[in-house]
């Protein structure tokens, strides 16, 4: 008898389990779906400005090596 009655607490600590993160994925699901995370950057890019002197450097093209 004593198998039963933990078998039964064990599957409804399960389905408890189960209910609570269900309904923790449905509640996040309504403010993001796969395909609009997917397209998140994963981290803020920094750009560094254009080089506006006309100078070029080193790397552009025309310059002498």
């Known amino acids: 008898m004593n198998v039963i009655l933990l078998t039964v ?8 389990l189960f209910a609570v993160l ?3 994925f449905r509640r996040d699901a309504e403010t993001s779906s ?4 997917s397209l998140m ?5 920094f750009t560094l400005p254009a080089d ?8 552009a093209p025309g310059a002498e090596r």
């Open 52 to 59: 506006r002197s006309g100078a070029g450097g080193a790397n």
């Open 9 to 16: 607490f064990v599957g409804f600590v399960l389905v408890s």
């Open 41 to 45: 950057p994963f981290e803020e890019e």
């Open 22 to 24: 269900f309904l923790q």
């Open 34 to 37: 796969p395909e609009r995370d």
